[in-house]
């Protein structure tokens, strides 16, 4: 009889087992449902997870940076100038007020994801959360930082994207009926 042979492991990862896909599978029926929404909510539905990611990402990148000044390196140098932006657009403490801008905005992007995940389930309500969510990441800096912090720092791709998501909310909102009829 031949010996079994005794080969080295490989490095390649075993593939995934039967039950990793289907936990995979209960947290997307969790989250998105069985059925896909018709195709217009899901064009929606993609720009609007554009602007939560970016909103988000932004947001959080805005936190941890006014959150850890005081690792870098040239801290002092940093607060400094801070300090002049707030002087230059006449705010008092501009760091705790980007902080508490930054944590509004992170929370307005749960409420943008929370919308744009019943939206997805074709419930009327996720547009409403949606388009407030969306509604706060843009008032945010005008109620912490003021109306001249925001026409010389926020840029027009803000509220171009904006705009453009909420257009096509209203619009997928108003034809709802019509992709019940469609699908």
């Given at each position: 009889?031949?010996?079994?042979?005794?080969?080295?492991?490989?490095?390649?990862?075993?593939?995934?087992?039967?039950?990793?896909?289907?936990?995979?599978?209960?947290?997307?029926?969790?989250?998105?449902?069985?059925?896909?929404?018709?195709?217009?909510?899901?064009?929606?539905?993609?720009?609007?997870?554009?602007?939560?990611?970016?909103?988000?990402?932004?947001?959080?990148?805005?936190?941890?940076?006014?959150?850890?000044?005081?690792?870098?390196?040239?801290?002092?140098?940093?607060?400094?100038?801070?300090?002049?932006?707030?002087?230059?657009?006449?705010?008092?403490?501009?760091?705790?007020?980007?902080?508490?801008?930054?944590?509004?905005?992170?929370?307005?992007?749960?409420?943008?994801?929370?919308?744009l995940l019943v939206m997805w389930r074709r419930k009327k309500i996720g547009y409403y959360f949606m388009f407030f969510g969306q509604l706060f990441c843009v008032a945010t800096?005008?109620?912490?930082?003021?109306?001249?912090?925001?026409?010389?720092?926020?840029?027009?791709?803000?509220?171009?994207?904006?705009?453009?998501?909420?257009?096509?909310?209203?619009?997928?909102?108003?034809?709802?009926?019509?992709?019940?009829?469609?699908?």
């Open positions: 009889m031949a010996a079994a042979v005794n080969r080295p492991k490989s490095f390649i990862p075993p593939s995934p087992k039967a039950e990793e896909f289907y936990t995979f599978s209960r947290y997307k029926v969790f989250f998105l449902g069985t059925k896909n929404p018709w195709w217009f909510t899901q064009v929606t539905f993609y720009f609007g997870l554009v602007s939560f990611l970016y909103f988000l990402i932004w947001n959080l990148l805005n936190f941890l940076a006014v959150t850890m000044v005081s690792v870098y390196p040239k801290a002092e140098k940093i607060k400094e100038l801070f300090f002049s932006l707030g002087v230059k657009y006449n705010v008092w403490e501009p760091m705790v007020k980007i902080k508490w801008m930054a944590l509004t905005n992170i929370a307005a992007s749960g409420i943008m994801l929370l919308g800096p005008f109620v912490f930082m003021g109306m001249s912090y925001v026409k010389a720092e926020i840029g027009m791709f803000e509220y171009s994207l904006v705009f453009v998501v909420s257009c096509l909310l209203a619009v997928d909102f108003y034809l709802r009926p019509v992709g019940k009829v469609m699908k």
